[in-house]
């Protein structure tokens, strides 16, 4: 899971079903998902020798390349590129050229120009080598990620006074929710000594790896305010008092006038492995349809300089990529194949935007129109032994036949809630987001975060495996449930306008 925040939260969600209160006895697809087996899983997965499964790297074409080996073992077919189980995708590794780019401001013939050497940083977005103008509006304020999301700000550059070092991680998720609402750009504005934001621009100077995908994200800059301070006056803009307001800022400026120039330079290009395997449906009808089942291998890799320095991700999303193989496992056991076909998905880069996944959704094997669903795992091995949340519960029917079949089986002690953290904005923030912006309903299955999210100690010794095998059943008869289903997933009206037909970019 990229960019969560922490939450050491406690549910409550009354006692514990007894065990001996079974609504049937389990099927050998069922049977066939153990603690055991996903505890040893996670530990070939998460262990030292994949040295954190960053994207690109060693450790992640070992994970990707066990994940096809299971696959193979259960007879799926290969999904991938030329007959294989791995789908690559391009990435490029790419040099912020600094001193060829700027932002430019003007208001009222007063003009200044933040430099990338001095007093300007590159964070993120599409660089294109061509200036980015258009009309700025302000905001600011206690805005929180939902606000942020709903103001209108497509094709405008947004102009966000920040308070560096101050609610970090809330500034971090409103400029998100900002990016997604489409501007043309966003330049985040600092107030900071001119020595204290120059010691802030080296590390956004080195070279990046990136996804190339030909698709636009808007470009995201930080400029220190007192290199523009003069056009800002002119402009009337008071950023001091729009970090203090009481009250969200959003007000158009049509006497200031911003341009983006950012450029940048080819190192070499890469690619990484998504891994794919199908099963096929038993009905010569409804195996033209597929529900997809999928997770991310990837992880952060190494955090130099630690003792401890390898991020094994055994949780993060260890856990769920061996719920993905548990799955393609038990609906190859005989007696379980659904009438709709699987595919088994495991992607990449995840953690640096969801990469693999947004490849898989431009580049599906088959036609997303003939994906009918997509159940994504991305952390389930840790946190409360009787709850996951399923976030997306209430945009589509799929969130009724989740209900359904969790009360058909009271003997796994498993308690599927709805999302605990809707201000967060996590439907947007995993993979199957991927799925749902092309028009197929999804369900995300994740028990938080905790202490050990992207640290060294997200190890496969504090995964409770016993918990894992207990959701991934759950998960098993819920893919029965939507594979044999006569009709396919079914969209709320109101969530299709919101999520399909005005798709943010993610």
Do not use: C
């Amino acid at each position: 899971m990229r960019r969560l925040l922490f939450a050491g939260l406690v549910l409550a969600t009354g006692p514990l079903t007894a065990r001996a209160q079974t609504s049937a006895a389990p099927d050998a697809g069922a049977a066939s998902i153990t603690a055991a087996d996903v505890a040893r899983r996670i530990g070939i997965i998460a262990d030292d020798s994949m040295m954190g499964r960053d994207t690109p790297s060693r450790g992640l074409e070992l994970t990707a390349a066990y994940v096809a080996d299971q696959f193979r073992s259960f007879g799926l077919r290969p999904a991938g590129d030329s007959g294989t189980f791995f789908q690559r995708y391009p990435i490029t590794r790419r040099r912020f050229e600094a001193e060829s780019s700027a932002v430019a401001f003007a208001s009222a013939g007063s003009r200044a120009e933040a430099r990338f050497d001095r007093s300007a940083r590159y964070i993120q977005g599409q660089i294109t080598g061509q200036p980015t103008t258009g009309s700025v509006v302000l905001v600011g304020g206690p805005l929180d990620p939902e606000k942020a999301g709903r103001l209108p700000l497509r094709d405008k550059i947004v102009l966000y006074p920040i308070a560096v070092g101050t609610g970090a991680e809330r500034t971090t998720e409103v400029t998100r929710a900002i990016r997604l609402a489409k501007p043309s750009a966003v330049v985040l504005l600092a107030d900071q000594p001119q020595a204290a934001f120059a010691a802030r621009i080296p590390g956004t100077t080195i070279p990046r790896t990136a996804v190339d995908l030909k698709l636009t994200s808007p470009p995201i800059v930080e400029v220190n305010q007192a290199a523009v301070a003069s056009v800002l006056r002119a402009a009337r803009v008071d950023a001091g008092a729009v970090r203090t307001s009481a009250t969200p800022v959003f007000r158009e400026l049509p006497g200031l006038r911003l341009t983006v120039t950012l450029k940048d330079s080819v190192l070499h290009r890469l690619t990484a492995p998504n891994t794919v395997g199908i099963l096929e449906g038993s009905d010569p009808v409804l195996s033209k349809e597929y529900l997809v089942f999928s997770a991310h291998m990837d992880h952060i890799g190494i955090t130099p300089g630690l003792t401890d320095s390898i991020n094994n991700g055994a949780d993060d999303d260890g856990s769920g990529t061996t719920g993905v193989i548990e799955l393609a496992e038990a609906f190859s056991r005989p007696g379980a194949r659904p009438k709709r076909s699987i595919i088994f998905l495991t992607v990449s880069g995840e953690e640096k935007g969801l990469w693999g996944s947004r490849y898989f959704s431009e580049h599906p094997p088959v036609p997303l129109s003939q994906v009918v669903a997509d159940l994504n795992i991305d952390m389930i091995g840790r946190n409360w032994r009787d709850t996951i949340v399923a976030i997306g519960k209430e945009h589509s029917d799929l969130g009724a036949t989740l209900e359904r079949v969790n009360r058909a089986h009271p003997e796994l002690d498993m308690t599927a809630i709805d999302d605990r953290w809707p201000e967060e904005r996590f439907y947007f923030r995993s993979d199957h987001y991927n799925f749902a912006r092309k028009g197929v309903p999804i369900l995300f299955f994740f028990n938080g975060v905790h202490p050990d999210y992207h640290q060294p100690s997200d190890s496969p010794d504090k995964i409770d495996s016993e918990k894992e095998s207990r959701i991934v059943r759950l998960l098993y008869y819920l893919g029965r449930a939507v594979g044999d289903a006569p009709a396919r997933p079914r969209w709320k009206p109101e969530s299709y306008r919101e999520i399909v037909e005005e798709p943010p970019h993610p």
